[in-house]
């Protein structure tokens, strides 16, 4: 069909294929480079580009000619966030998990040195804690919660992040040299998931894997108890459902469909 006689709904799904063509590894666009990448000649492109640019989606280089995201997005995004957002798109998957495993469940995205609880769900023994865990930090060098997103960043931008950085201990258990967190960092990339018992919290032992956007880690999920719940089996029992949940809540992020999974 002549890209001149497409169907609005036709033009409305290439502007969308635009937006979420842009990642970290692909922050402008060309014209001829999209034209090319959609299969549309360079007038289509160039009006799609326009289109997008006029209501703030993207922002033209007056000098390169290049088109990268604009405030339109940003604004879309804080909104999503300040509806629910991350968290809500979470909660189902927390629910799930903690139904399944009779454990707390929750779902921490980076914040700096540390990651942040955004969702938490609790477990058949009722509250880890005497508060509510959501805005609860976790330092990167204590924890399973925090290594399942650290350990799996590239091991440059992790050492920046942590290098000559100096660690609080929290309990007898937490380390605080940095080459033997390095190499719990690789020990958690070797596995898959990370296993704390009371490195950060004296009564707590946990199970954490990382949630993926792509291949690059923007959070993680972690299943936990307290040392002096009654419940059955180890918690390391389990990891098959923690990485179910997590895959599960990555394909949300991604949005995923169910046959493009399977492909």
């Known amino acids: 069909m002549n890209d001149d006689a497409q169907s609005p709904l036709q033009t409305v799904d290439r502007a969308l294929q635009v937006l979420i063509s842009y990642s970290e590894r ?19 492109a160039q009006r799609l580009l326009a ?16 088109y990268s995201l604009g405030p339109t997005m940003w604004r879309m995004a804080a909104l999503w966030e300040r509806t629910g957002g991350l968290a809500a798109l979470a909660d189902g998957v927390l629910e799930r998990l903690a139904r399944d ?3 707390t469940t929750t779902f921490t995205i980076p914040d700096g040195f540390h990651v942040r609880c955004i969702a938490a769900v609790d477990g058949g023994g009722g509250p880890l804690r005497g508060h509510p865990l959501v ?5 990167a060098h204590a924890g399973a919660t925090s290594r399942a997103y650290f350990a799996f960043l590239d091991r440059n931008e992790r050492r920046a992040l942590l290098s000559g950085r100096p660690f609080a201990r929290f309990t007898d258990l937490t380390e605080v040299d940095e080459a033997a967190l390095e190499r719990s960092f690789e020990e958690a990339v070797q596995t898959g998931w990370a ?3 009371g490195e950060y919290d004296a009564a707590t032992r946990a199970i954490a894997a990382p949630v993926r956007l792509g291949r690059r880690p923007i959070g ?21 459902r923690l990485l179910e949940a997590t895959e599960e809540l990555s394909n949300l992020l991604a949005h995923r469909t169910p046959a493009a999974r399977r492909r």
Request: cysteine-free; charged content about 35%.
């Open 135 to 139: 805005g609860d930090l976790y330092p």
């Open 51 to 66: 289109a997008l640019a006029f209501r703030g989606f993207l922002r033209p280089d007056p000098i390169t000619r290049r």
């Open 101 to 103: 495993t009779d454990r």
């Open 220 to 240: 993680s999920l972690t299943v936990a108890e307290g040392k002096n719940e009654d419940l059955p089996g180890d918690i390391r029992d389990q990891v098959p």
């Open 26 to 44: 692909r922050r402008d666009w060309g014209v001829m480079e999209l034209s090319d990448e959609l299969g549309i000649d360079k007038s289509s």
């Open 195 to 197: 296993f704390s018992d």
